[in-house]
């Protein structure tokens, strides 16, 4: 049977392989677990609740994955447009986190119709190549900007805006150590880095240590490791549907939920493409057979984890590590779902993990995302400055929206003022004009 769904042979690998393949999968991007609640938390959802539905979430969108494609992609809420639904639209536009998953819903339903009529392509296409990487490690600058306030490395300050944190307290030294642990093991390949780097800064905060104020415990002792999974009920099934419909917030709503539409196109096209290349998934032309199944799989996963409670879910780029174990089909995905199910059960364990442990896997994933950099052509203003500005801003504003609309409307001013604007596609120039009435009528 497993041979009949799988196709094994005919991929070259095993099932021993496939197994491993997985745990290695599961390894690299369980961190989230731990992560994803601690950021939505901070929109006022409950924390335990979020384990269960980051899990769930999980397990089911890597299944849709695995069976409509059978490839080795894990699934799971995304890095950064977490970030976005907390920060962005819950705190910073007062979106209720039921408003939001809303707007999170209708992403997907929107993804999903671009997929199935064939227009995500078209819409990928028109976007400048200089924007996507402006966008992509703007994303990263925010989220290594969060982890660097969660690891107390940066603080408030009146004169400044920002300043130094107070780096002699444990818990910043305790951060500064997972920092270079987490980039020195993601450094030398180690499989499960950043789940490692967690667990042991974790283990090392259950020490009593001494500070000037008394003893200090950094990571308080969960009251059971093992048990059943928390009621996912305080947030199932929670979302306001019908709230970005409604007249007072209509167009802001609009513009937040085409951010989330941009961040999962980019996020899960270029997974999808880098994953299935070192797999050896695409054919003699570069392109994804599957491609557009995957991208139904992705916007069916967003559209139900909406429902269960937790922003988008998208495919993760760690499923590169399982793709280097030799896992070639969807029954490594199968693996990933199942360890993802039974990871509920320690619940009690992950809401242990103290914000000081995963805010060195926020920096060094927001990092990584930076990368994008050095194919930026350094030689034309008209790509980099857009680029730049897009990156600069997200953080500094505290919103990926913002970093957005600003890279559109310079880069359309730019190719304007330079005779160049019959180069630009007519959807980027609309996408601008959206983007600039938004900012009008939020005066």
Known sequence: MIERLFQLQKHGTTVTREVLAGVTTFAAMAYILAVHPQILSAAGMDPAALVTVTALASALGTTLMAVLTNYPIALAPGMGVNAFFTYTVCLGHQVPWQGALAMVFWNGVLFLALSVIGLR?????????????????????????????????????????????????????????????????????????????????????????????????ITTLPEAIIGLPASPLPILGQLDLWYPFREDHAITALALILTFLFVDLFDSIGTLIGVSRRAGLVDKQGQLPKLERALVADSAATMAGACL?????????????????????????????VLFLIAMCFTGLILAVPAVATAPALIVVGLLMCQGLQDLNWEEPNDYFP?????????????????????????????????????????????????????????
């Not at 270079?180 to 390949?189: G, I, N, S, W, Y």
């Not at 760690?318 to 693996?335: D, H, K, P, Q, Y």
């Not at 913002?402 to 180069?423: D, E, K, N, P, T």
């Not at 120039?429 to 009435?437: D, E, I, K, Q, R």
Request: include cysteine; charged fraction near 10%.
């Open 309 to 337: 409670g937790t922003s988008t879910v998208t495919s993760y780029i760690e499923s590169a590590a399982g793709v280097e174990s030799g896992g070639r089909t969807g029954l490594t995905g199968i693996v990933v779902a």
């Open 387 to 443: 680029a730049i500005l897009t990156a600069l801003l997200m953080p500094m504003t505290f919103s990926i929206t913002h970093g957005i609309a600003a890279g559109f409307i310079v880069y359309c001013l730019l190719m304007l003022v330079s005779g160049r604007g019959r180069q630009v596609d007519w959807i980027v120039y609309v996408l601008s004009a959206l983007l600039v009435l938004m900012f009008a009528l939020q005066g």
């Open 121 to 217: 392509g078209r819409l990928v296409r028109a976007i400048p190549e200089s924007l996507k990487i402006g966008i992509q490690t703007g994303i990263g600058l925010f989220i290594a900007f969060i982890g660097l306030k969660n690891a107390g490395l940066i603080q408030a300050n009146e004169a400044t805006f920002v300043s130094l944190g107070a780096v002699t307290q444990p818990s910043v030294l305790l951060a500064i150590v997972g920092l270079f642990l987490t980039l020195a093991l993601v450094r030398r390949q180690t499989p499960g880095a950043i789940l490692i780097s967690i667990g042991v800064i974790t283990l090392v905060g259950m020490v009593i240590t001494v500070d000037v104020k008394g003893l200090v415990t």
